[in-house]
């Protein structure tokens, strides 16, 4: 019986940033030995592809699209060429592939084929921020993108924030870019004056700027400008230290 080729969860870049402050050594290695790719946005995949191997030969290179207007059945013969004991490469537009990304569907159905699913380090935006904001870690839950229309998004921010009082979990979520000012004066609008807010901005690039305060806090910040900057936001209920004063 052949051998199986295997499916490599391969993370991409997060923003404009240089190659190698964020994509290890052995994913440059495995990008630069595989011809075939499934990838959200080919473009995309294309670049990283030509950063990481500029001597590849682009007309080589076999990329199927996989995004949320993909069926099922269309996808049935992404993984056709592992059957076949090629390998191939899951590429994210940013980050880690099937985390706030379309591509855990391939995933599982490289699993049903009993293919090996081998995931590659990288960077995630989402673990970055909960890394840096000093809260729970030990129980959080990334709850997507809040609802657009107003009343529904207050809505859901009053229950995110009763979920982390009850529960001691953090909250994390995300919003369109340029929309994430709207989102922000709701969220002070609307939750406790005591509960913490993480906003993590830009994460990796030159701008990167990640602040963690109560929601009293930042209500007197004067100005603050997140409208187009990729963004995390996470809340978490304000615990004061026995052993460090928090300020």
């Known amino acids: 019986m052949r051998e199986k080729g295997c499916l490599y969860i391969i993370p991409n870049t997060i923003g ?11 994913v440059k290695h495995i990008i630069n030995k595989l011809d075939y790719f499934i990838a959200e946005n080919e473009k995309k995949a294309r670049s990283l592809i030509k950063l990481v191997s500029p001597n590849k030969l682009q007309n080589q290179i076999s990329i199927n699209v996989l995004n949320k207007y993909t069926s099922y059945n269309d996808s049935n013969a992404f993984l056709d060429v592992c059957l076949m004991g090629k390998s191939i490469g899951l590429i994210s537009d940013a980050g880690c592939p099937a985390i706030a990304d379309p591509g855990s569907s391939i995933i599982c ?3 049903n084929l009993k293919i090996k699913v081998r995931p590659l380090v990288g960077p995630s935006s989402i673990f970055l921020a909960l890394m840096s904001s000093g809260m729970n870690g030990q129980n959080f839950s990334f709850n997507g993108y809040l609802p657009i229309e107003k009343s529904e998004r207050r809505k859901k921010i009053k229950f995110l924030e009763k979920k982390t009082l009850a529960d001691n979990q953090s909250q994390i979520f995300m919003e369109t870019p340029y929309r994430n ?18 906003i993590a901005t830009d994460i990796t690039l030159i701008s990167e700027n990640i602040k963690t305060k109560t929601i009293d806090q930042w209500k007197r910040i004067k100005s603050i400008d997140l409208n187009k900057r990729p963004t995390i936001f996470i809340i978490d209920r304000y615990q004061i230290s026995k052993k460090y004063k928090i300020v």
Do not use: M, Y
Request: glycine share 4%.
């Open 16 to 26: 404009n940033v240089q190659i190698d402050s964020s994509i290890p050594v052995e």
């Open 109 to 111: 159905k490289a699993h």
């Open 181 to 198: 000012n709207s989102l922000f004066k709701d969220l002070i609008n609307t939750l406790s004056g005591s509960i913490k807010l993480c």
